[in-house]
């Protein structure tokens, strides 16, 4: 009877659930790290929460639960840099986004997107904002700060990325919302995050939103012929990045004669590719982790000061060094998988769900070739595995979804 009754509470509750990821932040009140031991429990009960939510109707999702609690101590506790718990956070992250309605959906964007406002009391200012040099007007430039920010400990580029796809979040709420106040909350929210991924002083982060934004709104006016021919995008889509990577660490190539930290991540890029190759055991089943990682910071440094390179730089080469050639190609083939029912869903079901899980995986594709995403800070990979799952959720969702807040675009 009590369990019954705490079932039927949790149900209620499941919408607002997502609350705890911009709380989660709150952490970074009482210790000073990349991850918080509060900001780490709170998001680890959103995700056993979510679990437990679809146990009713699932019984593996109890599976699922025994995961999260057997990996809750090396959440707490990495031994590594590249942790075997990474992985299975995004995709215990991307479990909890299933079976989902569209009002959840709707609330879990907005709850990301207040992620951008409770941040804004931990920021820290760092090394020079390079990005600044895009600036034409040399008073203004004078004028802002000169260092980069981040959420605090954690990284330049991992908090850029957050902010990249949280500018996304912002740009497809403010597009589909009918409500005037929202909509403005949206954009200004969206806004403040591109602002943000720019103090970043990362390139990616700011130019890959603005390159996501104007792909997946070309697919949306062209939506017919895109769900027409779905597949064919997405492995065009997929040969796009094989090719720009080819571009990115060919030793004579452009780049990798250009900046010297562009010149050191082709090099720490080859370096992978080629320690993960030693042997027939090590390509097909991995290195184990950190282990390539080790030998190749000792192979390739970044000059001023001269320091070793801890990780591929590459979500890609990270899982083919790390997990092996047979974990790399269902990487690849789960993109392709994904990209294709995001691309065949395009206005069938609900809209802003569509626009944002395109856009959001176009820069998460982008990221990925340029930088290892997946790695380390657990609100990076709970909110990955989170907007992952929006494609499957899409595969799955009748055509007459709930669209009382938007607009077909």
Known sequence: MIGSVLVERLRVAVPWLDALIPLSLLGFVWERSADPSVTVWLLALWCGLKLVSRLAKTPLYGVLIGVLLVSLSALFHPLTVSAPTDLVLVLLACAAGLQQTPRQWNIAFWCLLAVVLVCLPFVEWDRFNGNLQLIPLAQLRDWLPQEALRIQRITINRSAYLFGLFSL????????????????????????????????????????????????????????????????????????????????????????????????????????????????????????????????????????????????????LHVLADQGVVAFLLMVWALWLGFTRLFSSLGRVASVLSFVGLSCWLFMLAAALVESTLLKTVLQQVVSGYLLAIPWWLASAPSSSDRSHTISG
């Open 169 to 316: 979040i912002g740009y497809s709420l403010w597009r589909f919302e009918r409500r005037i106040l929202l909509r403005w909350l949206a954009a200004i929210s969206g806004i403040l995050s591109l602002v943000m991924a720019f103090a970043t002083g990362s390139r990616a982060a700011f130019s890959y939103p603005l390159l996501a934004v104007m792909l997946t709104e070309a697919a949306w006016r062209q939506r017919d012929v895109v769900v027409r021919y779905a597949r064919s995008f997405a492995t065009a889509l997929l040969m796009g990045g094989l090719c720009f990577n080819v571009l990115l660490y060919w030793p004579s190539g452009p780049i990798a004669k250009g900046d010297p930290s562009d010149v050191g991540r082709a090099e720490v890029a080859r370096c992978f590719l080629a320690e993960s190759a030693r042997s027939w055991q090590d390509f097909l089943g991995g290195h184990g982790y950190d282990r390539v990682s080790d030998r190749c910071v000792q192979q390739v440094f970044l000059p001023d000061p001269p320091r070793g390179i801890p990780h591929a730089h590459n979500a890609f």
